[in-house]
């Protein structure tokens, strides 16, 4: 049998440490253990004026975040010793909802001037998240047929 200062001893250190870990948890950010997601989800292309690219992405991001999406698309099917055709767009960080859930956003990506994109092209999209300072969080990218 333990003596009863030796049991004192034992109960309240294993109280203490209960309570600091229920303690860390309480006040631990629920965003702490979330990273900023990025999923370029489908590619197409929209001739109806000009012709433009329509990403779809997927993304998250932690809530209080200033950060923005820049999304980038290159033609694949250009000829040998020409510059690729690129077509770009950014959402600007009051578009973006930045809690715990995932959100789906369209952004249209422009064609720089000159650049051509046609159905059957294969182009490559390069979604990435984005502080102010340019330290990149979190990217995907997808290569799809138009």
Avoid: W
């Amino acid at each position: 049998m333990l003596s009863s200062r030796l049991t004192h001893r034992v109960t309240g250190t294993a109280i203490a440490t209960l309570m600091l870990t229920a303690g860390a948890v309480a006040i631990a950010s629920p965003a702490a253990a979330k990273a900023n997601t990025m999923t370029v989800d489908r590619i197409a292309l929209d001739t109806r004026n000009a012709p433009v690219i329509k990403a779809y992405l997927t993304y998250s991001c932690d809530p209080g975040s200033d950060v923005h999406v820049t999304t980038t698309a290159t033609n694949l099917d250009t000829p040998d010793g020409s510059a690729p055709s690129i077509a770009t767009a950014t959402l600007p960080n009051d578009k973006l909802i930045c809690d715990a859930a995932r959100h789906v956003e369209r952004l249209t990506l422009s064609p720089q001037p000159g650049a051509v994109f046609q159905q059957g092209d294969d182009v490559k999209v390069v979604a990435t998240i984005v502080n102010p300072a340019g330290v990149e969080y979190a990217q995907d990218e997808k290569i799809a047929t138009l």
